[in-house]
């Protein structure tokens, strides 16, 4: 009797247990950054600031001729400010995600003089037909893309007359980019897979959204074609070898993530027992922890801050596409949390060389998952 007792007791006293250690995981969850009207001032500046910045600047086409040899806010006037043309993109894309989620936001009619300016019909037509040279076909393929169809999408599901019109004006230039990837995807004979603008699967997962807000079963039937092509049967996915040392994505979870978006449920959860190891083990160990930066202002080692940002969302996207396994939940979201914690803590010491791009990731990251 007395050791039926003391076995109830280790049962009650586990079932405890484990209720506690859910629940201290629970309160770390908690510590997620909230995307607040302060933060969400504190960082559409940082947009707002260089959208229309037009040094410094990396000019990211070839010149065909002399012909072209002349200042880059002429050839695309939409585009031009935060040093690159995909970051001033993401950058207009921050700005309208603000703005909707912060309809009386203090800073709103500076927002929408801005974004009235850079996508008029007139600067917008100059874009599209810059892309129509030939030495311009590639340019920003596909991450510079994937961030125009986000784009799009965000104003195309936005109730908003000035959001309506600038859709409209943007939809030649999507369109365009859209058969573009199509067409690309024809030819690729494998997904690219750096932690940098190049990696595949993160500009599908960009490209997804779009899709689901939108609908373009055409681009999604190629994207979900070459994923189950490419991706399907990958598996023990090297994530001891991230981060390289100016990784801002991370090619393992921006893998599961775009599959999280493809597969069913069961066929995810399947798949995803395969591909990552599990979150307690040595092989996970270089993504709990949040990369070290040691100079923020390097525009490349500052990557890293972008990194964090990037493990939290696809962390927590990957998470809440799990059936089952709670612990692996609450351990995914921890790590998330505390990554996209440390992001914010450290991105306004980037300088410029952060600060050009870094206000969307922390945005994308605190809002992916509404």
């Known amino acids: 009797m007395k050791n039926i007792i003391f076995c109830l007791s280790l049962i009650i006293l586990s079932i405890f247990s484990c209720k506690n250690h ?26 707002l600031n260089c959208v229309n910045k037009k040094y410094p600047y990396k000019i990211g086409y070839r010149f065909k ?7 880059h806010y002429e050839i695309t006037p939409s585009f031009y400010g935060c040093w690159d043309w995909h970051s001033a993109v993401h950058g207009h894309w921050t700005m309208v995600k603000i703005l909707k989620e912060f309809p009386d936001i203090s800073l709103k009619n500076e927002i929408r003089t801005r974004l009235n300016t ?18 311009a076909k590639g340019f920003e393929r596909t ?14 599901s936005w109730d908003d007359e000035d959001g309506i019109i600038w859709s409209k004006n943007l939809k030649p230039l999507v ?17 690219l897979r750096p932690g940098t603008h190049a990696n595949s699967a993160f500009s599908f997962s960009l490209m997804l959204d779009y899709i689901d807000a939108v609908g373009d079963q055409k681009l999604k039937n ?26 801002f994505l991370s090619p393992c979870l921006a893998e599961a993530e775009t599959m999280s978006k493809i597969l069913s449920s069961k066929e995810f959860n399947n798949w995803l027992k395969e591909f990552l190891p599990k979150p ?38 990957i998470a809440s596409s799990i059936d089952g396994d709670e612990e692996k939940k609450y351990l995914y979201k921890e790590i998330a949390s505390k990554h996209a914690k440390k992001g914010y803590e450290i991105m306004f010491d980037s300088g410029y060389g952060g600060e050009h791009w870094l206000a969307t990731f922390a945005v994308y990251c605190l809002t992916s998952n509404n």
């Open 22 to 47: 859910e629940n201290q995981l629970i309160n770390k969850i908690a510590e997620m950054p909230l995307l607040d009207i302060n933060m969400a001032e504190k960082l559409v500046k940082l947009s």
């Open 65 to 71: 001729d002399e012909e072209w040899v002349k200042p």
């Open 118 to 135: 850079n996508l008029s019909e007139e600067n917008l037509k100059k874009e599209y037909d810059f892309f129509q040279n030939e030495f």
């Open 143 to 156: 991450y510079g893309w994937a961030w125009l169809l986000k784009l799009y999408s965000e104003l195309k």
């Open 175 to 191: 369109e365009l980019l859209s058969l573009r990837t199509q067409n690309f995807l024809e030819y690729l004979s494998s997904p």
């Open 222 to 247: 190629k994207i979900n074609e070459f994923s189950l092509k490419y991706f399907f049967n990958d598996k023990n996915c090297p994530v001891d070898y991230e981060p390289s040392g100016t990784d």
């Open 280 to 317: 307690k083990s040595k092989k996970f160990l270089n993504i709990v922890n949040p990369p070290i930066v040691l100079d923020p202002q390097d525009p490349g080692i500052g990557h890293l801050i972008g990194l964090m940002f990037h493990r939290a969302w696809t962390l927590n996207k």
